[in-house]
């Protein structure tokens, strides 16, 4: 998967909650991926905004795998999240 993938898919799907080679900004509920030193790391942020789940690669494409992956099961989640009321 290559960068213009990853856009691709989030256009089309009409992803949300993402940060994508953004810094975080305590932003809660949101995947995110950034290049560091040459390591791509991919992770979550919580209801409160805090990184979690941080996983590191040196491959840009398993670093996009991993954030089209993570991103688009957030999405379900909160997609349920917001039938059932919350």
Do not use: C, W
């Not at 949101?30 to 942020?45: M, P, Q, R, S």
């Not at 209801?47 to 991103?71: H, M, P, Q, T, V």
């Amino acid at each position: 998967m290559i960068y213009e993938e990853v856009a691709h898919i989030i256009k089309d799907q009409k992803l949300k909650n993402y940060l994508f080679f953004e810094e975080p900004n305590y932003e809660p509920n949101h995947i995110g991926i950034l290049k560091k030193d040459n390591i791509y790391e991919v992770f979550a942020t919580s209801k409160r905004g805090a990184i979690s789940g941080i996983k590191s690669f040196n491959l840009e494409e398993e670093a996009l795998e991993n954030f089209i992956s993570r991103l688009e099961s957030l999405n379900r989640l909160l997609q349920k999240k917001l039938f059932k009321g919350y």
